[in-house]
């Protein structure tokens, strides 16, 4: 079975500092990692992928296989990347219940102005 | 823009009734999902369904149940409401994984409170 640990419950930063939000997984075959991020008063949404190794809004994210990590990262942080995260996992196969997203517990992030 | 549309913002209901959650998404994704959302818990999953008819057990399966009778549609019942049923409902729908779209949309939750 797959696992999601995200260490930190609560990360602060200030603005204009590098933050880094750390996840950490264990699966047996080759994942899929997501990062989701839901801002206040809004609906979960997909922040980026590791297939496709994009930059969204500043953040990027490398798949460590040899750590097993997947840590989020941007080099200066804004007030309006406050939100909740969750690192999320798929196994990256197809058919029956391996479709499913298994979701870290979640950072919350603050950014100090 | 609304994609993933949960019939409820808020919902309070008393403890044994019978509550259904409905999940209705435009995008013709094969999967759907309901999770719940609690602090420090983060999201778990409750059930979810990759073809119409079709559905799998989750994490917390216990004390719900599902429907899904069409492909955009996909209900949670919770049978008899307790209050350890209170939390953040959150439906998602996606493609298969694999396929290059792959991604979770999810829909605004509904905040149900049993008292």
């Known amino acids: 079975a797959q696992r999601v640990t995200q260490p930190e419950k609560l990360l602060s930063v200030f603005k204009g500092a590098p933050v880094e939000l750390k996840c950490n997984y264990s699966?047996?075959?080759?994942?899929?990692l997501f990062w989701y991020v839901q801002y206040s008063r809004q609906r979960l949404q997909l922040l980026l992928r590791h297939i496709s190794r994009e930059s969204i809004k500043g953040f990027t994210a490398d798949l460590n296989k040899g750590e097993t990590s997947f840590h989020l990262k941007k080099p200066f942080a804004q007030e309006e990347d406050s939100a909740m995260y969750y690192c999320?996992?798929?196994?990256?196969?197809?058919?029956?219940?391996?479709?499913?997203?298994?979701f870290g517990k979640g950072t919350l992030l603050t950014v100090n102005p | 823009d609304v994609k993933v549309t949960q019939s409820s913002r808020y919902l309070v209901k008393r403890t044994g009734e019978k509550v259904f959650l409905e999940c209705v998404q435009d995008m013709d994704h094969e999967n759907m999902f309901w999770y719940r959302q609690d602090p420090g818990l983060g999201l778990r999953l409750i059930y979810f369904s990759y073809d119409v008819k079709m559905k799998e057990k989750g994490d917390i399966p216990e004390g719900y149940s599902v429907s899904r009778e069409k492909k955009e549609r996909f209900s949670l019942i919770l049978e008899s409401a307790s209050t350890n049923q209170t939390s953040m409902y959150l439906c998602?729908?996606?493609?298969?994984?694999?396929?290059?779209?792959?991604?979770?949309?999810f829909g605004s939750g509904t905040r149900l409170t049993v008292v």
């Open positions: 998602a729908s996606s493609f298969p994984a694999g396929s290059q779209g792959y991604g979770y949309t």
């Open positions: 999320a996992l798929s196994p990256r196969t197809s058919g029956g219940s391996n479709y499913k997203l298994t």
């Open positions: 699966y047996s075959g080759s994942p899929e």
